[in-house]
């Protein structure tokens, strides 16, 4: 094989030129592989001897995208647009050979290739939207050519990978091949050779084109489906706005306005934002002290320990993936009431058509519900999700002491307790983790993992990868009163509390919020959660909340008794409450606070400065390893949107002396609880940011 750059090289196999890309680790398309692209497909076009060319990927994967590390650079020659003409408008076939995963640029380039044959187990995607991007290689007016606008727009907007087989059914690949993939691939440019089949042009299909023209309506219908779980995003709307072009303009005019809408989102923040994000959850997964290689038990089997809501969507997420759970209950009647809840989620799922019947069995098959606690003697990961109360907690741990395999991984759930104290009541701490789910647990991705003082590096390393492999972000933390992101989260909640009494309302509150990009604020997620669950905590912690204590008392627990700050309807609608006005005001008077106006960007200052004031405490105490791991946190487990990198990272946006500024002056009237954390005050010190520090 001849080098053309260092990631590219060309060998001429019989008839076939076969250029293979070797940019591990997931052959991205950095400036020397579009280079060698460039050069190779040049020289193959030019040998004589060579009829057909082959384009195949050494490694795990066919080419995953554009190389994100060169975004925001200036452009290296040679750009993707001039390599992609160049295989299109090639003289002689060129076949694309994918396997593991075609994504993005990736992709684009399979689509200016003539032909496309994939492994098996192949996926094919345009992932840009997900970093707030949008494909700008073509993909937005090639992909409709060929799978049909509708197709085309679930899967740029929805930025997810098909299989190999779909593909095949779409037309976006043209065999699914067996065994040695560059042979396939080779034999299979031999037959278009032999048969002397046409140089397929994407760029000339009109057909599929042709059914969505002169009919509006199509794109109206996509964008209010999509309306909700895009809002914020800059990228998707973008990305409608391109496969439009391709339905109304002609190729090039559409490559045109892709370049345009491309460029508007490479440049946006919510871009940078999002490629921060992507950088920020992989970063997640390093932990200084525990190497990748660190031995991991293997989970062929777990158990979880109490069938609440908690226990109930925990043990779903090990069915999900195919391991056997075995859920223990106290009394039959509490668990029967648990597994009900399971298979009811099961078939809500299915009602959406987003299981069959069959998966619904196949999962419900994988639980097994006891009232025998010897029964997880061959659980290989027990996680308890019983009451939140430590002498319960260390009952049951000293219980799976006695019962559980030796070198089984036990695991709490606890969202506010001391792990090293319940690890304690065991002869085996170093086998005691914490796995803070998120409520539903079937649904959030993230789990706190909270490595305890004896926690062993095999314990965190397990904890880790069993939560990838249930499909969730862990992040690893470590113990203190809420983790991360339930002490923050307090910081917050004292704020709105506040401001409450001060003259906003909750409406107000939670309005500041929605618009900034949560899905709720923090009143409607009080509502949500259930008003007395936090009311029992503060009873236990002997703590008052003049609003929250008073709707309690009314029996106002939220949305489960149709009232708490709001009143809900039939269609649990939230509905301001004129009662809940007359509470509040009630209960400044009694405190003797004026109240005023406020304005919105006061309330947006004041609930979101003391969370990154906390998030600082958090990284000077060492309980979270790196700002971008908080940032993780937020983003999986609170729904902070996306589209702003997470608190540390818009604290850097914002500009960390704006921050620090404001909360000195907040100091001066309401005293320590407003005092900047050392390392914010150090950062603004070196003219740093929390993400580059
Ligand atoms: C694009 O293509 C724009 C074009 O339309 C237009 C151009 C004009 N670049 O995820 P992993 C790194 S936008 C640079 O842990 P997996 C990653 O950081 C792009 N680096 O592996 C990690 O580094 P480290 C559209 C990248 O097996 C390592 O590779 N494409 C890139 O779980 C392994 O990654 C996408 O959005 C990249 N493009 O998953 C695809 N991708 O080891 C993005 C990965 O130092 N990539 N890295 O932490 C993915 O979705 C997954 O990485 C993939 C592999 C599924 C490929």
Not at 226 to 244: D, H, M, N, S, W
Not at 477 to 496: D, I, P, S
Request: proline content about 5%; some cysteine.
């Amino acid at each position: 094989m001849t080098a053309i750059t260092r990631s590219v090289g060309l060998a001429r196999r019989g008839r076939v030129a076969v250029l293979t890309v070797d940019n591990p680790p997931v052959n991205a398309l950095s400036q020397h592989v579009r280079q060698g692209l460039r050069d190779g497909v040049k020289q193959a076009a030019a040998d004589a001897e060579a009829a057909a060319i082959v384009l195949v990927c050494a490694g795990r994967t066919f080419i995953a995208g554009a190389d994100i590390t060169e975004f925001g650079k200036p452009l290296a020659e040679p750009g993707l647009h001039e390599v992609l003409d160049l295989i299109e408008g090639a003289p002689k076939p060129v076949v694309a050979a994918i396997h593991g995963t075609a994504l993005g640029g990736g992709l684009e380039v399979a689509l200016a290739c003539h032909y496309r044959v994939a492994g098996k187990t192949a996926r094919l995607g345009l992932p840009e939207v997900r970093l707030g991007l949008l494909p700008g290689a073509g993909g937005t007016q090639r992909l409709p050519r060929v799978v049909g606008v509708e197709k085309a727009l679930a899967m740029i907007v929805g930025g997810d990978p098909i299989g190999a087989s779909e593909a095949l059914k779409d037309g976006l690949v043209d065999e699914i091949v067996d065994g040695d993939l560059t042979a396939a691939a080779m034999a299979f440019a031999e037959k278009i050779v032999a048969e002397r089949r046409p140089l397929k042009k994407i760029r000339d299909l009109d057909e599929k084109l042709a059914a969505a023209r002169g009919k509006p309506e199509v794109f109206a219908s996509f964008r209010k489906s999509v309306a909700r779980q895009t809002r914020g995003f800059r990228a998707p709307e973008r990305c409608i706005q391109c496969v439009e072009a391709a339905v109304n303009l002609p190729f090039d005019r559409g490559i045109e306005r892709e370049r345009e809408l491309f460029l508007d989102v490479l440049s946006s923040p919510e871009s940078k934002a999002q490629r921060y994000f992507f950088f920020a959850e992989r970063e997640a997964a390093k932990i200084p002290d525990v190497p990748a290689d660190t031995p991991v038990r293997e989970i062929r089997a777990a158990a979880v320990i109490g069938a609440g809501t908690m226990g109930g969507g925990i043990a779903m997420n090990f069915a999900n993936v195919g391991i056997p759970v075995t859920v223990v209950e106290v009394a039959r009647e509490a668990l029967d009431r648990g597994l009900a809840v399971v298979r009811k989620n099961y078939e809500t799922t299915a009602a959406k058509g987003r299981l069959t019947s069959q998966d619904v069995e196949k999962r419900l098959g994988l639980i097994r519900g006891t009232t025998e606690f010897a029964a997880i003697a061959d659980a290989d990961i027990v996680v308890e999700a019983v009451f939140e109360e430590m002498p319960i907690k260390k009952q049951v741990f000293a219980r799976l002491d006695a019962v559980a395999k030796a070198d089984a991984l036990l695991a709490t759930n606890t969202s506010t307790l001391d792990v090293d104290e319940i690890a304690s009541a065991t002869a085996r701490p170093e086998s005691v983790i914490g796995m803070h789910f998120f409520s539903p647990a079937n649904v959030m991705r993230l789990v706190e993992v909270v490595r305890a003082a004896k926690t062993s590096k095999t314990a965190v390393a397990t904890a880790m990868s069993a939560s990838r492999r249930i499909q969730k972000v862990p992040v690893l933390v470590g113990v203190c009163f809420g983790f991360v992101g339930n002490r923050m989260l307090e910081e917050r909640g004292r704020e709105a509390d506040k401001l409450v009494l001060e003259g906003a309302l909750p409406q107000q509150i939670d309005k500041v919020l929605y618009d900034f990009g949560f899905p709720m604020g923090p009143f409607a997620m009080h509502d949500l959660a259930g008003l007395d669950v936090s009311w029992r905590i503060r009873k236990g912690l002997g703590k008052k909340s003049a609003v929250a204590d008073r709707l309690c008392e009314l029996g106002r627990f939220g949305q489960k008794t149709g009232a708490g700050y709001y009143r809900y309807g039939a269609d649990r609608a939230a509905a301001p409450d004129p009662e809940v006005e007359r509470i509040i005001l009630e209960a400044s008077s009694r405190l003797g606070i004026e109240r005023r106006p406020i304005a919105d960007d006061e309330i947006l200052a004041r609930l979101l400065y003391p969370m990154v004031n906390e998030g600082a405490k958090i990284l000077d105490e060492k309980i979270a390893i790196r700002a971008s791991d908080i940032d993780v946190i937020w983003v999986y487990g609170y729904g902070w949107p996306m589209y702003r990198g997470g608190p540390m990272f818009w604290a850097d946006q914002v500009g960390l002396r704006t921050i620090r500024d404001k909360l000195l002056e907040w100091q001066k009237h309401e005293g320590a609880v407003w005092k900047p954390a050392p390392r914010l005050e150090r950062l603004v010190a070196e003219g740093k940011g929390f993400v580059q520090s």
